[in-house]
Each structure stands twice: as structure tokens, then as C-alpha cells.
Nanobody, 122 residues
């Protein structure tokens, strides 16, 4: 079974930063798209950002653009989400997922990792 490893979550104050990582075990991201999604308690899961591994094409949810940056490290087979200027509304469990097309639609991603908690206090 494909194992995706999300890490880097934590608790920060509003305006702070966190860097999330997503690495694959026994799987190469090459030829795939990697997305970051989040879900807050009682809320629907929503797409945050995604990137095409091969072409670098990126998408961002409007509420995070200019604050979050998604990027890859080919050598480490890892995708990152740099989150700056964090707001309380960013509080959620963040998940990474792999698919075949860069979209912000969770249903288009077939392989999911365990979530990492991000908590932003005001």
C-alpha cells in the first residue's frame, strides 16, 4: 500500500509560519500531482494547494494565495507547503494526497496520507 507521510504541523500564533512536508514511501511522485487539503472540525474538506510534479504547475485556494507556497524537492521525493502569515481560519488537519492531475478536488486524488494538525491562535 502506498504510504504518504505528512508532517510539520504545530501550534502557532496568528502571523506565524509553518512548513509542511509530504513524502512518499515505496512510491515516486514523478508523473503525479500532489495536493494539500485541510479539514476543520465540523467543516467540509477543502483543497488548499496542489502541484504537478513534472511540470511544476500549481494551484492555490484563493484564501491562501500570496501566503502559502507549494514546492518540491525532486531528490528527496518530497513536496512542501510553506505557510506564512497564518490566520486562525487556517486551523485544520492538513492532508497530502497523490493523484494524476493537478486539481483542488479531493475526489481526484486516490492516495492519502495521515493528517498533520495545524492550530493558529489569535
Amino acid at each position: 500500500e502506498v504510504q504518504l507521510q505528512a508532517s510539520g504541523g504545530g501550534s502557532v500564533q496568528a502571523g506565524g509560519s509553518l512548513k509542511l512536508s509530504c513524502a512518499a514511501s515505496g512510491f515516486s511522485f514523478d508523473g503525479h500531482a500532489i495536493g494539500w487539503f485541510r479539514q476543520a472540525p465540523g467543516k467540509e474538506r477543502e483543497g488548499v494547494s496542489c502541484i504537478g510534479w513534472s511540470d511544476g504547475y500549481t494551484l492555490y485556494r484563493d484564501s491562501v494565495k500570496d501566503r502559502f507556497t507549494i514546492f518540491i524537492d525532486n531528490a528527496k521525493n518530497t513536496v512542501y507547503l510553506q505557510m506564512n502569515s497564518l490566520k486562525p481560519e487556517d486551523t485544520a488537519t492538513y492532508y497530502c494526497a497523490a493523484g494524476l492531475w493537478a486539481t483542488l478536488q479531493a475526489g481526484d486524488f486516490g492516495s492519502w496520507g495521515q493528517g498533520t494538525q495545524v492550530t493558529v491562535s489569535s
